[in-house]
């Protein structure tokens, strides 16, 4: 994921806003024209172009560095991601990021993966620097406020694939706003104006922060949707704990501070709670939260628990206040609960700046099973409106599991495509969706909006039973996977 902070992945709404980059869109018509690109180590050198994303991306000192920059029809500023490596055969990186692959597919094309996302992106060498890029001054704050509007604008405009269904028009949107701003609107103004244009998306992944102001944030989120302050979220985390408890749990444990959490229940039956798919390790980095989370999933999933006469007999997955983070360590869960391979969901982006109908080809996404325990045995996994993001496309990509898991609770948030992190000319930064995660059993469906429906439908953190104590959702997957030991 990381042309963009670490975050980007995870809800707005639960998780920090951060700094980040990613752009693109693009062909490769002038290709035919373009230089020979050099040979050996320096084989990458060059200008690219990604397919979907708005972003250009451009490598040299013999294949060493890579930076890019953030583009659309009306503006080109320079991209947050600056990375480089040591080794011209090995992954590029930056601080705080998880590594970047660009691998060459013949002269003009290459693929770009970073290692805590799922799925590639497809780069297309080009001639040169779109125009405006190679002296693309960086972002001031004293920027001309209608230029920010219209980048901002512009980039919805080209990258946004759900006005239809969330029944916006956006030319309508730019025709009501724009003749509000001059040369003079001043910051809070034009915060309150740009807000004002996505507010009606009701996405949670849409947003807007200005790194200066501590009361410039804006963040998106589904109608019937209250985003948990600290209060409310240590009563969920309390009623959880006390249902688990009035439940009869033995061995309890928790790591990465706590966001995840597995008890043992009678009956053989285990419960296992995650609340996040970021920041679990120690120097807020990709690869010491992959450490975590393989530490915590090998002591969850021993031989002892997934083989033999004490081996588990069922299992409940509380995924209700999961934020999001990375896909790859969501999947990392999926192939702790399978014995086979399958394809988990399909994955593209928007890819035509005209068209919100018009994709990058559609790439499955897998599961492989882990080289170790496995737990394949009955399955109920609790879902609600805070289940958000990665916690969704763990959701989705565990619906092609064997046996199929109940899902009890209600509707996930919607939320599947990564965060199209982008910088504005005054030094604001913003995000929006523009990917599709598609269900593998079709190709075509989508969860975007309303979110995944459960299979059995209960109420989740109702405040009624907050106050009472109690855990409907659990009580029910509980009663659920005794059912299908008789």
Known sequence: MPVRPRSSRAAALLLAAAVAVTTAAGTASALAHGPRPPAGAAALDGVWRMDGYGTVA???????????????????????????????????????????????????????????????????????????????????????????????????????PFFAARHVDWNAVRDRYRPRITASTGKPELFRILSDMIRPLYDGHTGLVDPDDPAGFFGGHRQDTVIPDATARARIDEAVAGG??????????????????????????GFLRITSFLHYGQGNDYEADEAALRTALDEVFTTARTTGPDALRGLVLDLRLNGGGSD???????????????????????????????????????VTPHDG?????????????????????????????????????ENTQGLFSDRLMRTLPNGWQFWLPNEEFLSAKDG?????????????????????????GKDPALTKALDLLRAAKR
């Open 373 to 409: 325990p496995v737990y394949t045995g009955p399955l109920t996994v609790l879902t609600g409106r805070l289940t958000m993001s990665a916690g969704e496309t763990l959701t989705q990509a565990l619906l092609q599991r064997g046996p199929k898991p109940t899902l009890v609770g």
């Open 444 to 468: 075509r469906t989508t969860y975007d909006g309303t979110g995944i429906a459960p299979d059995v439908r209960v109420p989740v953190f109702a405040e009624e039973d907050l106050r009472a």
């Open 328 to 366: 790859r360590l969501a999947l990392d869960v999926a192939e702790r609960l399978t014995a086979r391979p399958y394809t988990a969901y399909l994955k593209h982006a928007r890819n035509d700046a005209r068209d919100p109908r018009r994709f990058t080809p559609a790439e499955p996404v897998r």
């Open 244 to 269: 688990v408890g009035k439940a009869g749990a033995g061995v309890r444990r928790s790591w990465a501070g706590g966001q995840i959490t597995y008890a043992e229940l009678p009956g053989r039956t």
């Open 58 to 160: 451009v490598v040299e000192d013999g294949g060493r560095k890579l930076r890019t920059y953030e583009t659309t029809a009306v503006s080109c500023l320079p991209g947050a991601l600056t990375a480089a490596r040591t080794d011209p055969s090995g992954p590029f990186r930056q601080e705080g990021e998880a590594a970047l692959t660009v691998t060459p597919q013949g002269r003009d094309t290459a693929r770009l993966a970073f290692g805590d996302n799922v799925g590639h992106r497809t780069l297309h060498r080009v001639p040169a620097l779109p125009p405006g890029c190679a002296n693309a001054p960086a972002p001031a704050p004293d920027a001309d406020p209608r230029k920010v509007f219209d980048t901002f604008w512009q980039t919805y405009a080209e990258n946004y």
